[in-house]
């Protein structure tokens, strides 16, 4: 499993990560924006708030929204192969 190292929220609904075997790079989540539980980013300021949850290591935000880190990691290998 991959797992979070690290997180900064960008703009435009992007965030750069870091995986603890060193894969980084700048993930795109504005697809996901407004819809469902991710209507919560329309405030910019939640999604800003991003963090690592400690336990499961998943990028997570206030009111339970979290993305689990295998989508994001295979998106960042495609774009440094």
């Not at 996901?32 to 939640?46: E, H, M, N, Q, T």
């Not at 800003?48 to 929204?65: F, Q």
Request: glycine fraction near 8%; include cysteine; charged fraction near 25%.
């Amino acid at each position: 499993m991959h797992q979070i190292a690290e997180v900064k929220p960008l703009e435009l609904y992007k965030v750069w990560v870091r995986f603890s075997d060193g894969v980084s790079g700048t993930v795109d989540l504005s697809d996901l924006s407004g819809k469902g539980v991710f209507a919560a980013w329309k405030d910019p300021s939640i999604f800003k708030r991003v963090s690592i949850d400690p336990e499961s290591r998943t990028l997570c935000w206030p009111g339970g929204i979290d993305i689990a880190p295998e989508a994001l990691y295979e998106d960042l290998r495609k774009t440094t192969v």
